[in-house]
């Protein structure tokens, strides 16, 4: 299978210059429309303004493309017939000539096979809280564990288990880097009780922490957490409460598989009056600029 990069990545990946990865799912069903292109807007502003290519990583009507235009970029903000794809999922998505949105598992994998070394996302997938009885735990974890990258992210997706996650992290062999905290985020909160026994405070600590990792033999992701500002965050009191609302009415509602993540992003957006997702943009837009950072520091 071929993939697809724009003119622009190719020709930085080539000559050897800052491209940074982007997943899309965040954009096709993580926000909103407008929010989710104003979103993606910034995100390509930010990387232009430091000098790094962005790369955002969707397929389009079976083409898997690296570095979206506008137009295509619109597509994913807008179109219903977007499938979100995970990595399993990639062949038969172009086998079908169809569209599809990447998790971080799918974009991760894309982007380490044409050369990409950086990824920033949101939060990652992870281990669901009624793992026991639905085995639901993402993807995303098994991809982190066999693709060499470093991921930046602020935690895992607000409604899973995070020490269950922080648990498999481990098992999985992927390696967790605080970036200036010494806890792991809470996505919407900036720290927790969990502690993160490594951390660094500068760009070019991620990269040798990743260059020693690549050499000592790891094929594994080193995942960068970077807490959301303290100024944007929703304490974890406050938004604890309301995401366990918004479990109970999608059980009551019957929700499940890959309608939870909207349902639940959704319900939570409003019982916090789009709080959250200001909250949620604001991350994400975060680990664009030290993703770029990073990538620029290689
Ligand atoms: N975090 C969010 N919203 C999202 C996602 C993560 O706050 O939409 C997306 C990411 O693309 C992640 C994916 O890779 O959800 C994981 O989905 P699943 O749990 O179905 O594997
Ligand atoms: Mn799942």
Sequence with gaps: MKYTPSKQVKDAINNNRPVLALESTIIAS??????????????????????VVPAAIAIINGVVHVGLDQNQAEHIATDDSVNKISKREIGVCVQGGLSGAT???SAS??????????????????????????????????????TPLVVVCSGVKSFLDVEKTIESLETLGVTLLGYKTSNFPLFYSSSSNFAL???V???????????????????SSLLVLNPVHKSDQ????????????????????????????????????????????ETNISLALNNVRLGAKIAKSF
């Design 30 to 51: 993580g926000m909103p429309y407008p929010q989710n292109k104003e979103f993606y807007n910034k995100a390509v502003e930010i990387c232009y303004n430091l000098d």
């Design 103 to 105: 998790t971080v598992s």
């Design 109 to 146: 994998h894309i982007a380490n096979a044409v050369g990409i070394k950086v990824f920033s996302t949101g939060g990652i997938g992870g281990v669901h809280k009624d793992y026991k009885s639905t085995l639901d735990m993402s993807q995303d974890l098994y991809s982190l564990s066999e």
């Design 197 to 199: 026994p490594f951390s």
């Design 201 to 219: 405070d500068n760009v070019e600590d991620v990269v040798s922490v990743f260059k020693c990792n690549l050499e000592s033999g790891l094929r």
């Design 234 to 277: 929703i304490p974890a009191k406050t938004i604890n409460k309301i995401i366990s609302k918004s479990i109970s009415k999608m059980k009551l509602n019957k929700i499940v598989g890959k309608e939870t993540t909207p349902f639940l992003l959704k319900n939570i957006a409003k019982q916090t009056k789009n709080k959250s997702l």
